[in-house]
């Protein structure tokens, strides 16, 4: 799905692990919902439209060199 910029919104029923830049430069994308995810991989939300999300279940977040950076440049991100 990476660099669709026209998808808004997202709701996984089932989902347990999002790839390596998965939403990346969705730059629509303001709201994704998730009943499970356990593993968040780098660069999943680069440059979307995030103001919010909830990660209660995540339990592993992918690293990449030195940093998570999953929300880099989502200037509207205010909660996680």
Same mark, same amino acid.
């Given at each position: 799905?990476? +660099? @669709?910029? !026209? #998808? /808004?919104? *997202? =709701?996984?029923?089932? @989902?347990?692990?999002?790839? +390596?830049?998965? $939403?990346?430069? @969705?730059?629509?994308? !303001?709201?994704? &919902? $998730? !009943? ?10 680069? /440059?979307?439209? #995030?103001? !919010?999300?909830? #990660?209660?279940?995540?339990?592993? *977040?992918?690293?990449? &060199? =030195?940093?998570?950076? /999953? $929300?880099?440049? @989502? =200037?509207? #991100?205010?909660?996680?």
């Amino acid at each position: 799905i990476n +660099n @669709c910029t !026209s #998808l /808004q919104d *997202v =709701t996984f029923k089932s @989902c347990t692990d999002l790839g +390596n830049y998965a $939403f990346g430069y @969705c730059s629509a994308l !303001s709201s994704i &919902n $998730f !009943s499970i995810l356990n593993i968040l991989g780098y660069y999943s939300f680069i /440059q979307t439209a #995030l103001t !919010s999300i909830e #990660l209660d279940t995540v339990t592993k *977040v992918n690293s990449y &060199n =030195t940093g998570s950076r /999953q $929300f880099s440049e @989502c =200037t509207k #991100l205010t909660y996680v």
